[in-house]
């Protein structure tokens, strides 16, 4: 029995249509992942399921909830609809929230909207659904308000506040994206719970296949506003059928496969890193306290080499990428280069959110050969410096003329590559470089990461907490904890490793374990 | 939006007219703008005077086209004084950090909470009278906003990724200041200019009409109404509408640039808007 | 909160002492000698023991800072000066002229912020439409007009034209209604504008949060969405906004008072500094900043309560997980 049908929807804008005739239904109790890249149309779909399109959007088609027609409804059923028929999980943001209302508002608002509830039984109900959250201290979180929360537990609330209504369809977009790794695990979790217990119809938006494969009963593909593939989950990995969903499929190979074996290990040490360490102050006016963000790091990079550093938040991945790149000095320890003391220009960094290392009135052009420019290298000479840069990272020479705003978030990384090349810098560090972007764009980014290190010679160090980038990429990694490494080895050594850190990192890893497909996943 | 956008639009158009007729007035006036006549006071518009004569018979536009020159060379000066001495603490400000920049914000901070006519008012009764006491009260006392501004653009800017990828990349302070501070400061000085031009013309036409601002002997359009409000009651209504309209006329194209300035040429969006709810998008 | 409540309080006491330093210079500054600025022609009226007493109370011997303390001290017991043109205390000519300016600036204040929050929020509400181009564009019309202008051309329509209202003086006293719409309407008008404008962007930026949508997305009514949620977020900064505009309002009643005879504070600082009567000027001038002071404080105060992010607190109490 399908609880949701949506019969050609289409959303039109100004520039054309988003979503094109998408025709497709879910059944009650199914978990139905929606996967496609940036920009395929995704999100707009759940948009449009809800009614909540942007401004100057209209929809066409049908949507059916239970066989009625969702644009129909009057406005007091279409409240009922959304509060008590859906719910919806958004990708984590401080966004979601009202910044000035307290996490236990948000749910008696709720309860008084849709339920009629008030007062001390509101409060009993929102403690209830907190806890049931898998939250420890639900009194204390129920005071907070949003921006005192870290973005786990943002997530767990939001899954609280669309399950306190008990609907029967659960939409959730992208709700582990942008997560540690053991985080989006715990939430996936979660939202497993959530439909065990009350049996109800998940609907889960992803770009990430990891994801896709450890919920899904049945998969349907987007792709440029279109459905592409829809089907069981097993055979988009077995036998799929559109070309977008091979793409994905050999993209989710790139990122969690394993790199092809180096062209012999090179010696030549480049990097070598002993014993560094380093602290901030933080605390108000009375209480200052010391914390140690890099306790004794010791680690070294060979030339041509790439170089892994993974761990969770806070662990003082950063803090390493930034003493590595020299924007802060160190506490302790020696950093030495080539056996040298000298600090290197040719040490550069590519910052998490490359758009905004750029400065916004310059263009693409100008940014690439930035460094030159203030070497004094003249214009000319730049301009043709960046034009062979722009092609060497795969832009089109047209990019030259735009500004980083207009481009995509992995045009802007590859950019950012090209401008550390321009001064030629002989080891970049790559701070989360994939943070932001979908599973195809990281593809392509560590094709083109290998094909620089090639033809280059370039050394990486690659900081992330996505252990299967790390994996698909690196020659040897460092696994950091609480400032202190922890682990260290070949993904197959890693892969093998008896450290139980290591090891629970590789647990949280999305899609393992679920054996859908034989010939993917690589080492993991 | 291109910058001839803002050069062609309706509102420089007419402030350019503006001025023009202003710097033309002694082709346009036909009349000495000081020239007594008590055989025609108070003469309505028409009648071998365009717009009138005042209570002394001299003629009103002739002093309107003259009065401009003062009023608009008054404004203009004025918001240079305060651009300036904005852009300096603003700079300082924001750079410094620490005490000084406690000091500065605190000042203008105390200078803020001392209601604008009262502070020029308390100046100008120590202040010997004439058109540059005018000039350096409006501009003095015209900072604050202007400092506070650049000061949290300043201090925004030198927090920037950007910033930090250029000194990676070897640009020294200098550098860094000119290239990348100076040139992202400037859309904020346009607009702060425009909004500052029009509060000083409009205070000088305030301190002239209270009678604490240019002397009479200098026509401006602020005090050519000072008299004004005495023959409203007897029916000279010229006497009050014409300068009065300029004023307004001049205040709301500089505003209307200003806006345009805001909204004008600059690089595309600083940064895409972010969605916050998932990847894909319109 | 008891921090941020300390700091502010602390951070206005010095705001004070600066201006305390500033009115000091003006004295400075007064031509003539400081004894003459505070007693004026009355210092010709006394004999030199008086003088010499006179002189001694202002310390006119010490050094600068001691001669502020003690200049400081004497504000602070309300000793300032006798006025020039009366030679009444300043401090009385002064506290008459409270009242009238108080209501005044209450009921310009009120319909200020009326028109603004009204104006603001529904064209917030209609962005970028036509009632919200046309509620720009008359506020930049607004903007543009000297509010001595709007009080003139005012005149002439209601007080002379049609004859409907009176043009001067408050008639039987400040809660004259007839006598109190003019004055007070020209300064809300006059700033009406740029006030329209500012809470027209307020609003406009709180109704763009990502969690209205989620607040959509769960079914709560756009009637509850505007108020529990559009209004109250952009509350704390209008809350600053309107305690800034008093000094704004306050410097309109200058002028205002002036052209309709409103016996206020204002028309008495402009007679003051007509006829140089400093001691008088100099008190208005601290009145109004310490006024202006502590109104700045309290809607920030209000505004910290308001909203959370204000308080500087926002890393503690974070729980990681």
Redo the contacts between chains.
């Keep these: 029995m399908a609880i949701l049908e949506l019969d050609r929807l289409t959303v039109a804008?100004d520039r054309g249509d988003?979503i094109t005739g998408l025709t497709f239904s879910i059944d009650e109790g199914e978990t139905a992942v929606m996967i496609?890249?940036?920009?395929?149309?995704?999100?707009?779909t759940a948009?449009a399921v809800?009614g909540?399109l942007?401004d100057g959007?209209r929809a066409s088609g049908d949507v059916r909830f239970h066989g009625e027609s969702v644009f129909h409804m009057p406005t007091e059923r279409?409240?009922?609809?959304?509060?008590?028929g859906t719910?919806?999980v958004?990708?984590d943001?401080f966004?979601?929230?009202?910044?000035?209302?307290t996490i236990r508002q948000h749910f008696t608002?709720?309860f008084s909207?849709?339920l009629g509830l008030k007062g001390k039984d509101a409060d009993r109900r929102a403690l209830y659904w907190i806890g049931r959250a898998g939250i420890l201290d639900p009194v204390?979180?129920a005071a907070?308000?949003p921006?005192?929360?870290?973005g786990?537990?943002r997530q767990r609330i939001q899954i609280a506040?669309?399950a306190s209504?008990e609907p029967e369809l659960l939409i959730a977009?992208?709700p582990t994206?942008a997560l540690d790794l053991n985080?989006q695990d715990a939430i996936l979790e979660l939202l497993k719970e959530w439909k065990k217990e009350t049996g109800g119809t998940l609907l889960l938006?992803t770009?990430d296949l990891g994801v896709a494969r450890e919920m899904a009963d049945r998969m349907l593909v987007?792709d440029n506003g279109r459905l592409v593939e829809d089907g069981p989950a097993r055979q988009l990995f077995t036998a799929p059928r559109s070309r977008a969903a091979m793409q994905l499929t050999d993209d989710w190979r790139t990122v969690g496969g394993a790199p092809p074996a180096d062209k012999a290990a090179s010696p030549s040490h480049l990097l070598d890193v002993s014993g560094l360490s380093m602290s901030y102050r933080?605390g108000?006016?009375f209480k200052k306290r010391e914390v140690r963000a890099l306790d004794e790091v010791s680690l070294s990079i060979g030339s041509g080499e790439i170089v892994g550093l993974i761990g969770e938040s806070?662990g003082g991945k950063s803090t390493l990428a930034r003493l590595l790149?020299?924007?802060e000095p160190a506490r302790a320890g020696a950093i030495s280069w080539h056996g040298t003391r000298n600090w290197p220009?040719a040490v550069?960094?590519v910052?998490q959110?490359p758009?905004?290392?750029?400065?916004?009135?310059w263009t693409a052009g100008r940014l690439v050969a930035?460094?030159l420019?203030?070497?004094g290298t003249r214009r000319t000479e730049r301009e043709r410096t960046a034009r062979h840069l722009l092609s060497e990272v795969g832009l089109p020479s047209e990019t030259a003329q735009q500004?980083?705003?207009?481009l995509s978030g992995g045009m802007n990384q590859r950019l950012a590559l090209a401008?550390t090349l321009a001064?030629s810098a002989e080891l970049v560090v790559l701070d989360e470089p994939f943070a932001s972007l979908?599973m195809s764009t990281q593809a392509k980014m560590i094709r083109l990461i290998r094909s620089l290190r090639d033809r280059e010679g370039t050394a990486f160090l690659f900081i992330t907490h996505d252990i299967r980038a790390a994996f698909a990429l690196c020659s040897r990694i460092y696994v950091i904890r609480q400032g202190q490494i922890e682990d260290h080895g070949s993904p197959a050594e890693l892969a093998a490793s008896e450290n139980p850190y290591t090891k629970s990192l590789l647990e949280h890893v999305p899609g393992r374990g679920v054996d859908l497909c034989n010939n993917g996943g690589g080492v993991l | 939006m291109k910058i001839k956008h803002v050069i062609f639009s309706p509102a420089a158009v007419g402030l350019f007219l503006l001025a023009l007729l202003s710097a033309a007035a002694p082709l346009l006036a036909g009349v000495d703008p000081a020239e007594v006549r008590m055989d025609r006071i108070l003469q309505p518009p028409g009648s071998g005077h365009p717009l009138g004569t005042d209570e002394l018979g001299r003629d009103v536009w002739s002093r309107l086209l003259y009065g401009g020159r003062v009023s608009l060379a008054v404004g203009f000066l004025a918001m240079a004084l305060s651009i300036s001495v904005g852009m300096i603490l603003g700079t300082i400000s924001g750079l410094a950090g620490g005490f000084i920049d406690r000091l500065i914000m605190r000042t203008s901070d105390m200078l803020l909470s001392i209601p604008s006519i009262l502070l020029m008012i308390g100046l100008q009764a120590i202040a010997p009278a004439g058109l540059l006491s005018v000039i350096l009260v409006i501009g003095l006392t015209g900072w604050m906003l202007i400092t506070r501004v650049i000061r949290t653009e300043i201090r925004a800017i030198r927090k920037e990724t950007y910033m930090l990828a250029a000194k990676k990349l070897g640009a020294g302070p200098v550098r860094r200041f000119i290239s990348h501070l100076l040139p992202r400061c400037l859309p904020s000085i346009i607009v702060l200019a425009a909004g500052s031009a029009g509060h000083a013309i409009l205070a000088e036409a305030t301190l002239s009409f209270l009678g604490l601002g240019i002397p009479q002997t200098i026509p401006s359009w602020g005090n050519m109404l000072t008299g004004a409000q005495g023959y409203l009651m007897s029916g000279a209504w010229w006497l009050a509408v014409f300068p009065g309209l300029c004023i307004a006329l001049t205040i709301y194209f500089i505003h209307v640039l200003g806006d345009r300035l805001q909204a004008g040429p600059r690089c595309p969006s600083a940064r895409k808007e972010q969605n916050p709810h998932g990847h894909s998008g319109a | 909160m008891a921090l941020f409540l300390l700091k502010r309080v602390a951070e206005s006491a010095f705001v004070l002492v600066l201006g305390s330093l500033l009115c000091f210079a003006f004295i400075q500054l007064i031509p003539g000698d400081p004894a003459a600025a505070m007693y004026g022609d009355q210092l010709q009226k006394l004999t030199e023991a008086d003088r010499l007493r006179i002189s001694e109370n202002l310390g006119l011997d010490e050094p600068v800072p001691v001669q502020y303390i003690h200049w400081a001290s004497q504000v602070l017991q309300g000793n300032w000066g006798a006025s020039y043109l009366t030679g009444e205390p300043a401090d009385e000519v002064i506290v008459r002229t409270l009242l009238p300016t108080a209501v005044l600036l209450m009921a310009s204040q009120v319909l200020m912020i009326g028109l603004a929050l009204f104006f603001g929020l529904t064209s917030a509400l209609r962005r970028d439409g036509l009632y919200d181009r046309i509620v720009l564009a008359a506020s930049v019309l607004l903007m543009a007009i000297p509010p001595f202008w709007l009080g003139l051309m005012m005149m002439l329509f209601f007080s002379i034209r049609l004859g409907v209202l009176p043009s001067s003086g408050m008639g039987a006293g400040p809660f004259s209604i007839s006598h109190l719409i003019l004055p007070a309407l020209v300064i809300a008008l006059s700033h009406a504008g740029y006030y329209i404008r500012l809470f027209r962007n307020h609003f406009a930026a709180s109704s763009m949060g990502g969690h209205l949508l989620a607040l959509r997305a769960r079914g709560v009514p756009h009637r509850r969405i505007v108020i529990a949620h559009i209004l109250p977020n952009a509350a704390a900064p209008l809350i600053v906004y309107t305690g800034a505009s008093l000094a704004v309002s306050l410097a309109g009643s200058v002028v205002v008072e002036t052209i309709f005879s409103w016996p206020g504070l204002g028309r008495l600082a402009l007679k003051s500094a007509l006829a140089h009567d400093y001691p008088v000027l100099l008190g208005i001038i601290l009145l109004s900043m310490a006024f202006v002071i502590l109104v700045n404080l309290l809607a920030s105060l209000l505004a910290a309560w308001m909203d959370p992010r204000l308080r500087g607190s926002g890393a503690e109490g974070r729980n990681g997980q």
């Design positions: 804008g988003i496609g890249g940036s920009g395929s149309g995704k999100s707009m948009r809800l909540i942007p959007l279409r409240r009922t609809y959304l509060g008590r719910g919806i958004f990708q943001s966004g979601t929230f009202d910044p000035i209302r608002e709720l909207v849709h204390r979180v907070a308000y921006h005192e929360l870290s786990g537990m506040l669309a209504l977009d992208e994206t985080i938006i770009h987007m933080t108000g006016l806070g790149a020299g924007i220009d550069q960094w910052h959110d758009a905004a290392s750029f400065n916004p009135g930035e460094g420019e203030y070497r500004y980083p705003g207009e401008r001064v979908d």
